[in-house]
């Protein structure tokens, strides 16, 4: 391939990052009455008032503007790192059980104080880059912390891995959902792919021995449980006795699960899982092409027992086909990757960048009209894929 491809890439990628997503969140999302940030902002920018402050939300406004300061030393990048982290410090943590509250009222009290794991996780995620951007040994120490949590409350000693979620006070909980699409049930892919995450970067500043064999297991758990070695795609939900509850199959994770698996596999320094993983990611991502569109944008997700696809385009497969495919591309030399890569760039540029009104869509229809009554800030709708698309691609072909 022709670097002049890359660089021409790199820039555009470059110029998104810094002129679109970052400026609209830094504008359009501090909560200046109450602190923190907004709850909820429409695709036209408008503030939805009354919307809850999610923790998922704030946790990744932290993990992006921590990580987008690493790669450029902009003061008001760290200054919203800031402001996250402070708010996190003060309204998120539970001071009496540990962990953080899931959702906050607008004004900083509790709203919803459920301990949902995937939460937890992403807080150890965005924490763990904070300290290294800002060396603020606080938040390592915050983060070891809800590991802790996690391992003590949440991991299932006797058939191994993770509940989804408990009480406030570490109870068994009847309704474990992460979210309302989810089926009910305890031990769930999604979940168990942000605790690798949130462990691999905490690993990346914290060698412990507990650490580095609960990073390795939650990775094993994913190859051996959540990978289907046959299909290629992800197994979503399990009972506690992982006894597989659900054929769907997301799309957004299968890619997002390829490049996650192998980055987990080089952090832990670990040569044979490096060389399996890298198989794997490449293996995975050829498969995602089935999801595919001829436009280069990635269908939702696909209900093998209906034979029912969901044609909706969401911002942030779109950002982790990306990803994955250029990690693929990387691994093997495969340069169908690289041209599926650059496919995905332009169907974001063209059809999910919202050039009126700033960030990304929430999604498109089939047809690549955006669906504008979705939100463009909220529970869900963060910075964290589409930033770090740009910062990983930026990052791979700099170091090319």
Known sequence: MDKKVLYNLKEELESELRKNILPWWMEHTPD????????HVGHDNRVIEGAGKGSVLNTRILWTFSAAYRMYPEPEYLETARRAYHYILRHFTDKKYGGIYWELEPDGSRRTTRKQIYAIAFAIYGLSEYYMASGDEQALKMARVLFLDIEVHAFDRLRNGYTDALTRDWKPIEDLRLSEKDQNE???????????????????????????DALENVLRLMLDRFVDQDSKHLNLFFDDNWTLKST?????????????????????????LIEQTGKLAVEMARENFTGLDTDGGLFYEFSPEENEMDTDKHWWPQAEALVGYYNSYQLSGDETFLTKAIESWTFIKEKLVDREYGEWNWATNKEGIPLREKEKAGLWKCPYHNSRACLEIIRRIDRT
Do not use: C, Q
């Open 186 to 212: 305890s031990k769930t892919m999604n979940t168990h792919l942000h605790i690798l995450e949130a462990y691999t970067n905490l690993y990346r500043v914290w060698k412990d021995p507990s650490l580095k």
């Open 32 to 39: 200046h009455k109450s602190g923190g940030f907004l709850g």
């Open 248 to 272: 769907l199959i997301s799309f957004g994770h299968d890619i997002e699960a390829g490049w996650l698996l192998h980055e987990a596999a080089e952090v832990l320094e670990n040569k044979a």
